[in-house]
């Protein structure tokens, strides 16, 4: 029996927690959370500023966790931030990717122009580069990126120990998570609340690098959770309808859920986008300053058109994502996987009038000449239909725009509908006038942030100007001629502030003027216009302030990147096995010790019991890779089974500890340079291994660098591609939302996936009902072995899905033979494609040398 099934004993459940009073539900006025926008190019990060974006966040070429967007340029980064603090807003710059020992160098070029610059702060995944941005920029914010896949109070505390003055939650969390880990810790939280969701957990997808060497640990994702899939249930293949797209989120759109998260405390609001358009950008950023507007009371809730903008410039369909908990019938519906924009109606069908095929449609919200439509198609979008709408007859009449009714569509001489199913979904992919009014409201309201200034002085002296902006910049200027007594006509209040608000060439609007010079004065009225633009100019300068770095060099952050004192851990070959007798066969067939990560816990006390009784000398026990609020309790039974190690894959559990029991990091703390092999082992970690997003030659190289002794190499194992909070066995087997309603398929029948090369890739769930997407193959490491052995590897780790006793047997054997120099890699890829349940592949270790990296 499951624990799933015992959500109340364990708590695993999407539970009714109890209410916490966390910093937030005190009584203080709710704080106001920064709207922070993406800005994949210089387009971007205008229409954010302009569209009134507290923060934008954008890459520089390089590390960042897109790739593919524009990027900025260190060379002219400067020039960016001033451009966004003159104009009031904040600029960070995501280093959001893992990075090799040879790129440290280019990392704390980077680090140096983001400080040269004086950007807000940087966004950053890897450990290593943490500890080198704290070595070389010791004050300039970090923020710790959703790619550190931070989930508890512990995995917060321990990025905040990594320097982060900021965490990006993972997407994931529910509203009483999030109130949990508020109630635990006062480090600033900031939350995705739009955009693109990815089906697996960031930082933990390591699909597009098993399939094509593309990781997006170093934004190079694929998208393979946008493709087509077949659901095979018990071997066969399962008819899902219109369903195709089976890994395919629908976007996030939570604009509801700001009241909450503004009362939650939250700090910031983040946009997903950067690949996105500058319209998309606007109009994000203007519905969700809205929403924090209203949250605070300060204004209306946003209208139906400003949330109509946001969806119509990108959606793949709205939802609130994780933050009301899963459902696992709603986030992936499976029928498209781009950009659908708004519903506008249904089909009726296609009728033939005056030599044309028109598109018959019913709408419920208007569509004009020109706008993009688009007929849904049925399973991976067979049959879709759409293009431009060239004419439009409503009501017997060509109308230049149809109202909500019937309306006939025609789609040029180019586009001939074929035979279309009624009832289909029409949606407005493109409208050309909301695309205008976007541009025209934000270029309408160039932003200027407002300034005050204070002038003060006494007779026969110059007199002082002091301004301070809304974003706290600050200028103080001497005049250069002194205040004298009016021969005629005294200097008045509106003529000052006449004279001081000349600022229309500037990002910057008078605000409060106030003036403390005696009665009956005067001033040169040039001489106020020289210390106008002395302060602009100053104020100007202000926004372009450096944060200082040191001299440290990668060079000397490697040196010090001391690896423990202590002992490495001994040696041997270690199975991580999913069944009892997967367990069994592994040390019968020569296994040092085995690692039991049976992934519904159920059966692990019995197992350890019975293994130990049969004389098992190390036994390795897992908890989930994920860690909720209230979840510790899984670590805590584990630990009661009196395990001989445990593994660690959260940063949670890398903070915690486990006593004086052994504790090995897994592959899940991303751990791909010499910096972070460091600040993992600095935390107490026997050995650590080595991420699955090296290649065999970053690998080997990895290990050469002196920390080999402490890696465990797992040599042989089937790539666990995507990790979700989203249960596709519910999804696809059941009617039901969540554990409760699903009726629990799992528990009946095994699942894979069929890719569209005919792969099928097992999906294993756990005790959180988070399902794993495993390769159909096992990836293998015998290539690297020997110069592994030779950098000092002493551990090795095969793990397995659902491999047979008598398969378990075959690979266990040859890993041992081989890890003991008794055959070579020839002979092992030999024995296992000869005698093999399934394929063996070099998957992501294959070297790959991408064009310019
Ligand atoms: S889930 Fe994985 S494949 Fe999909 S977008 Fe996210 S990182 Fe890419
Ligand atoms: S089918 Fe999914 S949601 Fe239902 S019990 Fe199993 S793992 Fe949980």
Redesign the pocket.
Known sequence: MRLRRFGARWGLARRARPSFHSRAMTNAPPRRPEVLAPAGDEASLRAAVRAGADAVYFGLQGFNARARATNFDAATLGATVRFLHEHGARGYVTLNTLVFDHELGAVEAAVRACAAAGVDAVIVQDLGVARLARAVAPSLPIHASTQMTCTDAGSVELAREAGASRVILARELSLDDLRAIRAATDVELEVFVHGAL???Y?GQ?L??EAIGGRS?NRGA??????LPYELVVDGERRDTGDRAYLLSPEDQAAVSVVPDLVALGVASLKIEGRLKGPEYVAATTRLYRAAVAAALGEAPPPDRALRDAALQTFSRGSGEGFFRGVDHQRLVEGRNCDHRGLRVGSLRGVERRRGRSYVAVRLEAPVARGDGLLVEGGAAGAGEFGGSVWAITQGGADVPRAEAGDALLWFGPERTPGPLAPGRRVWKTRDDAVERSIREAVERDPRRQSVAVTVRGAVGEAPVFEAVTASGLTARVTGDAPVERAVSRPLTEPELREKLGRLGDTPFALGELAVDLPEGVTLPLSSINRARRALVDALREGAARAHPTTDASWRDALDGAALPAREPPPGGLFVLCRTLPQARAALAAGADGVILDFLELTGTGAAVRALRAEGAAHITLCPPRIRKPGEEKIDRYLASLAPDAVLVRGLGALREGAGDVPRVGDFSLNVTNRLSVAAVLARGLAAFTPSFDLDAAQLAALVESGVGPWAEVVVHHPMPL?HMEHCVIAALLSDGGDHRTCGRPCERHVVSLRDRAGMEHPVEADVGCRNTVFHAAAQSAAGVVERCRRAGVRRWRVELVRESPAEVGRVVAAYRALTAGAIDAQELWRRLRAEGERPVVRGSLRVIHHPGG
């Open positions: 990815c089906v697996a960031s997808c699909t597009s997006a994702c694929a998208q393979a959770c946008r995507f």
